[in-house]
């Protein structure tokens, strides 16, 4: 169960104490950040509620491609340990999601081949000769066309979100989390201390509540998270033929994501376009175009579906990690591009915060008081 710990400013551990409320904890937003944290607070005996204006795990974290990319080229500075801590933890993660749930999360570990722009050469000269391909492309990847491109060969392994979110979502009602359909409107705060959560259908009160509202976070009081929808839309082809491709492919125009039942993913775009979650036809047709130069059977694939969703974006693109100002309030969001690859290292040290552990890693850089009035951010 939860208990007392050592006192955490600014918001404090949860004190467990039953009069409080029905459930220890509240989580607004049903996407993989909340739900495997609902889990690990269950794992620790806490009471979870989580409430989400949709179908759980059909956000962002549905929408998402699924590259878990930790590497020092394309990951912020200050997020490196906790990215390399949690893709480290996949493969023990998966494997416990698929054992509670009985649904295949599809975790591939062939690696990545990276074609380099020019800008990544000038950036890491020696990218290529430090991460170099384990054969000739044609015969790792015959079926890709690299055009002369330099290329590196990355370690990394991908996941279907789909999986991971449906495999999340059934362990956690195994696990006796509750679920309500519901939008949050509100954290409600007596006495200078979170008691709760205002829904449009009404209150339902709880020792903590931990904001996981992705793109919506900022939608609701009382602290103004920026967070912000940023859009990516994405193709899925179906590959005219088995084991087209073993690895994910990177280039500066596309990526492609093989999945094990056939598909493969082509994306993303990165677009400021408020909460609108439209295709574009024009762009669908560039992602297929971009998909088709590099690997020219995927010239005439069926297209099996095409989608748009919000990543939750923040001023400096890190994400909001802690305990916030009002004591009982916390917060774990804007994750951006990485929700899916920080899903089970975020899940551990917010656990930690919440129940007055001291956390594995330093979560200063990731403060929601580096937002408060008067506070310089500066983009990364």
Request: proline residues 8%; hydrophobic residues 40%; neutral net charge.
């Amino acid at each position: 169960m939860l208990c007392h710990g050592p006192e955490l400013a600014p918001g404090g551990p949860v004190p467990y104490n039953k009069s409080v409320g029905h459930h220890d904890v509240i989580i607004a937003g049903g996407g993989i950040i909340g739900l495997t944290l609902a889990l690990e607070l269950r794992r620790r005996g806490a009471t979870v509620l989580v409430v989400d204006r949709g179908e759980p795990g059909h956000e962002a974290s549905r929408a998402a491609g699924g590259m878990l990319v930790d590497s020092v080229m394309e990951t912020p500075t200050a997020l490196q340990a906790l990215a390399t801590a949690s893709a480290h933890m996949y493969p023990e993660f998966t494997a416990e999601l698929e054992r509670q749930s009985g649904v295949s999360v599809d975790l591939r570990d062939a690696g990545t081949i990276l074609l380099l722009s020019h800008e990544q050469l000038r950036l890491h000269p020696d990218l290529a000769v430090q991460h170099p391909l384990p054969s000739p492309t044609d015969r790792i990847e015959p079926s890709l066309k690299a055009n002369g491109s330099a290329t590196a060969y990355l370690s990394e392994r991908s996941v279907d979100p789909r999986g991971l979110a449906t495999a999340a979502y059934q362990a956690a009602k195994h696990a006796n989390v509750t679920f309500v359909k519901d939008a949050v409107t509100g954290v409600d705060v007596a006495n200078g201390r979170a008691q709760g959560v205002t829904t449009t259908a009404g209150l339902f009160n709880s020792a903590a509540v931990v904001n996981c509202a992705g793109a919506w976070a900022g939608q609701f009081g009382p602290h103004p998270f920026p967070t912000r929808p940023v859009k990516g839309q994405m193709l899925c082809l179906a590959a005219p033929r088995e084991n087209l491709l073993r690895h994910v492919i990177r280039s500066p125009q596309v990526y492609l994501i093989p999945r094990s039942d056939g598909r493969i993913l082509a994306g993303a775009t990165v677009e400021e376009a408020g909460f609108d979650k439209q295709t574009v036809a024009t762009t669908i047709d560039r992602l297929h175009a971009a998909a088709a130069l590099l690997v020219p059977e995927l010239r005439h694939a069926r297209r099996l579906e095409a989608w748009a969703g919000l990543r939750p974006g923040t001023p400096d693109s890190l994400p909001i990690l802690g305990a916030t100002a009002t004591p009982g309030y916390f917060v774990a969001t804007g994750h951006f591009r990485d929700g899916i690859l920080l899903a089970p290292i975020t899940a551990l040290v917010m656990a930690d915060v919440i129940t007055g552990v001291r956390p594995t890693h330093d979560l200063t850089p990731f403060s929601p008081a580096r937002f408060a009035v008067g506070q310089p951010v500066s983009p990364i």
